[in-house]
């Protein structure tokens, strides 16, 4: 057992010694990583500086308009980077950080153990050294015993003493069992000393990996408090960070809704979150494994007519009679696959200009059609299909946000190269369908608004295809009439 014991915490010592060896060295942010991130970070401050000299080179007269709304956003996309490379170093840290804590953890519970065992073995060597004691004064009172009595001489002369034969078989037993005796008491003398040679040579190994064990586990304490000053540090940047990209995005709304109230091109303010797109995204998967898209027929029908001919006759007695001919023909019925390629409509057909293009700024993955300010215009299905979402996405306190009361089609029809297509409705006052239902090309489908992310009354449009997520969008323009 105690073998077992020894070997089980050499190997946890080799395992502490081992995550100290190589996990504490790279406890930080190793070198390289480092001065990777640093060269990121003055790259992006080299683009920030640049778009603060545009902006300035624009001035406060064109804030209103296209350009500096553009470039504001080129802004808050380096500083967006910015906080998510800060973020990433922090979270490293913060893995690290966990991590040494779970090892220092488990280094503590082993030093534990190693101390109650270190104990036992002190146990065993104070019950050892008893037990060694007395079993070597008996050896040494049998060795005095011995010399007292003058057995140290010789056991011929001891043998010739005897004065009779039955003196002398007595004397060779006793001589035999003193003899016995003795190595067995030295035998026993000599078990126990290595037993407690072996003992304390354990014991000694397992104090010095304890005193091993305890300054290593100083360090790690000491290194972990230094990362939590550097993770507390970083997440303070991040707040800061996180502070102004809010401030230059309120700004970028601002003139954004500005612009839009001039020119009445109405579209989507640019602060819809990528969680937030990752979440719509996830909805239309499921939906599209829940709604298989139904598939159109077209019954074409071929007729024959019936023609009956009558020829008159006369008989051999003078009487006339009448013969009919009668031919028939079977009616057959076929049905055949509509229309096999997907060809759409515009989805506002009183308003078919697209007022901002697909990709006219960073996450702009469809096209927006402004209704100049009129809502609850006509909007219609650009293709037959199953609608497969029809819903609302609102904040906790009611109010909508990023797409609004939204829409999407599975249509039934394909592409030229036969890859499925989801179209994508945002922002809508009403919707008139639900989920499930079947649409027609060009049925009505909602009303026109301004709900969620909107400057303004507009139909922001999606087109995916051959899959249901923002990276299959295309470009509507090159599907649309």
């Known amino acids: 057992m105690k073998n077992k014991g020894l070997i089980r915490m050499t190997s946890v010592l080799m395992a502490l010694c081992l995550f100290f060896t190589c996990g504490i060295s790279t406890g930080f942010v190793s070198a390289t990583t480092q001065s990777s991130l640093e ?7 080299r683009k920030l500086y640049a778009t603060e000299q545009k902006l300035k080179e624009l001035g406060k007269e064109s804030e209103d308009t296209e350009e500096y709304i553009r470039i504001l956003g080129e802004k808050i996309e380096f500083l967006t980077e910015q906080y998510n490379l800060s973020k990433k170093q922090a979270q490293e840290i913060e893995s690290k950080v966990s991590a040494l804590e779970s090892n220092i953890a488990t280094n503590e519970r082993e030093i534990e153990t190693i101390t109650v065992e270190v104990k036992e073995l002190e146990q065993n060597i104070a019950t050892l050294n008893k037990e060694f004691s007395s079993v070597y004064n008996a050896y040494c009172q049998r060795i005095r015993a011995i010399y007292i009595s003058g057995e140290q001489g010789s056991i011929l002369s001891f043998i010739l003493m005897s004065d009779s034969v039955s003196n002398f078989l007595t004397r060779m037993q006793m001589i035999s069992a003193v003899s016995r005796q003795d190595g067995e008491l030295l035998d026993e003398v000599q078990q126990q000393t290595s037993e407690i040679m072996s003992v304390k040579k354990k014991l000694d190994d397992k104090n010095q990996k304890l005193k091993t064990s305890q300054s290593t586990l100083k360090e790690s304490k000491t290194k972990l408090k230094e990362q939590r000053i550097t993770l507390l540090k970083n997440q303070e940047e991040m707040e800061a960070q996180q502070a102004v990209i809010e401030k230059q995005q309120e700004e970028q709304n601002k003139h954004l809704e500005q612009l839009h109230a001039k020119t009445k091109q109405y579209g989507e303010f640019r602060d819809i979150t990528q969680a937030e797109l990752d979440e719509i995204d996830a909805d239309i998967e499921a939906a599209a494994r829940k709604y298989v898209p139904t598939t159109t027929t077209t019954t074409t029908k071929k007729r024959t007519t019936t023609t009956t001919t009558t020829k008159p006759t006369t008989t051999s007695h003078g009487e006339e009679s ?11 019925t076929t049905t055949t696959a509509g229309s096999s ?19 006219a700024y960073e996450g702009h993955t469809g096209c927006d059609f402004s209704t100049y300010g009129n809502e609850n215009q006509k909007i219609v299905a650009a293709e037959s299909g199953t609608v497969i979402i029809s819903t609302d996405l609102t904040n906790p ?6 797409y609004g009361r939204y829409i999407v089609i599975a249509h039934d029809k394909k592409t030229s190269s ?13 919707r008139l369908v639900s989920a499930g239902q079947y649409v ?18 507009h139909c922001h449009f999606e087109v995916r295809v051959g899959g249901t997520s923002q990276s299959y969008a295309q470009n509507p323009a090159n599907y649309l009439p």
């Open 322 to 332: 009448t013969t009919q001919k009668t031919e028939t023909t079977t009616t057959t």
């Open 341 to 359: 390629y997907l060809k759409l409509t515009y989805p506002c057909p009183k308003y078919t200009k697209i007022t901002c293009g697909f990709g």
């Open 397 to 402: 306190d009611g109010s909508y946000r990023s």
């Open 418 to 430: 036969g890859k499925s297509v989801y179209t994508l409705y945002a922002h809508n006052n009403a």
């Open 440 to 457: 027609k090309k060009g049925q009505q489908i909602a009303r026109s608004g301004s709900t969620g992310n909107s400057t303004g009354p």
């Open 39 to 45: 060269s990121q970070r003055e790259e992006l401050e």
